[in-house]
């Protein structure tokens, strides 16, 4: 079969997310349009004779740092060589953008392909979501904390959140975090010391909850306004991060918590030093 690949155009989401979802993971079309918004060519596409998409995956540049992620063959094209072809074309497209080191997050079946690249291990990640049928246990103590206090996050905040945010997640992701407060500006939480400073934050996301970063005095506060804040229909809220922090477990644990499914990290080339403790949620997609 004769196979060619491209870059994505910007009305491509269906298609891009029809090929993602023969994987399962659950992956929403809009977390499809987030990345084609912050990049309209972000994906490559792997097409048939007839134009069919037979395989995607999308290489995103944030301010230093690079992430693959969505790397989906369908699944009666697998084992020839695209899911190869189109992650070879991915690490090109973000090494030419000068972004350094790239990062991954892979399922059991795609680290090998990676480790051949040269990515190396940089952490477990699991995922912890309210078993069904079952209502979470939010302890009241969590969010009375003498020194901070819970607010909604407002348009002016986001410079703030981003600075903060880098110095925890190791680049700057301020136009994502911005896209995901205004997706859904209802699910936007501060956390603030008495002095005014910054402790923590959690934003709505594509998978119910989106990036949640947060000092340890502030988890326990924005963990419980997490746990019950309305999601407007969205997915169930669930809790992905790096086993790295123990804090974030033990919260999930005593709210009744599960782990679900867990991913590893995946890192080529060095440079940044995220707080890995201090990421309560991530997307294994955009980290
Ligand atoms: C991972 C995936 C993208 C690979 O695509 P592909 O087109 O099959 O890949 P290739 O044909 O280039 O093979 C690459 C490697 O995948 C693995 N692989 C391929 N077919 C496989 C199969 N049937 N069973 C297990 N592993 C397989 C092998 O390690 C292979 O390397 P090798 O050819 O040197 O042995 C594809 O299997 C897929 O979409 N899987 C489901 C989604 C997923 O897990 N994506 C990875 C997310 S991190």
């Known amino acids: 079969m004769n196979i ?4 994505s155009r910007p009305d491509e989401s269906a298609t891009i997310h029809e090929v993602i979802d023969t ?17 309209p060519q972000g994906y490559v596409l792997g097409l048939d004779e007839t134009g069919r998409a037979l395989g995607v995956g999308f290489g995103l540049g944030l ?30 497209k973000v090494k030419q953008a000068g972004r350094w080191p790239i990062y991954l997050t892979a399922t059991e079946m795609g680290a090998p392909l990676y480790a051949k690249f040269g990515f190396v291990l940089d952490g477990g990640l699991t995922r912890w979501e309210i078993p069904e049928n079952s209502q979470v246990k939010v302890d ?15 348009e002016e905040d986001l410079p703030e959140i981003a600075e903060f945010d880098a110095l925890r997640f190791g680049d700057n992701r301020g ?73 974030a477990a033990e919260l999930c644990q005593r709210a009744g918590l599960v782990s679900t499914r867990t991913w590893v990290r995946m890192r080529l080339g ?18």
């Open 4 to 7: 060619t690949t491209r870059l």
């Open 23 to 39: 994987a399962r993971w659950g992956i929403t079309r809009e977390c499809v349009e987030l990345v084609l918004t912050l990049d």
């Open 63 to 92: 301010g230093q740092t690079a992430w693959l992620g969505h790397l989906v063959v369908r699944p009666e094209a697998r084992g020839q060589g695209l899911g190869t072809r189109l992650f070879t074309e991915l690490l090109e």
């Open 140 to 154: 009241e103590s969590w969010s009375r904390h003498p020194d901070i206090q819970v607010l909604k996050i407002k």
């Open 175 to 247: 136009e994502l975090l911005a896209l995901f407060y205004r997706l859904y500006p209802e699910n936007g939480r501060l956390a603030r010391r008495s002095d005014g400073q910054l402790a923590g934050y959690v934003l709505g996301g594509t998978l119910g909850l989106g990036p949640f970063v947060a000092d340890a005095d502030a988890a326990g506060p924005l963990f419980a306004e997490a746990l019950t804040m309305p999601l407007e229909g969205r997915p169930p809220r669930s809790f992905t991060f790096l086993d790295a922090n123990t804090q």
């Open 270 to 287: 060095e440079g940044c030093q995220p707080k890995d403790e201090t990421i309560f949620n991530m997307s294994v997609a955009h980290g």
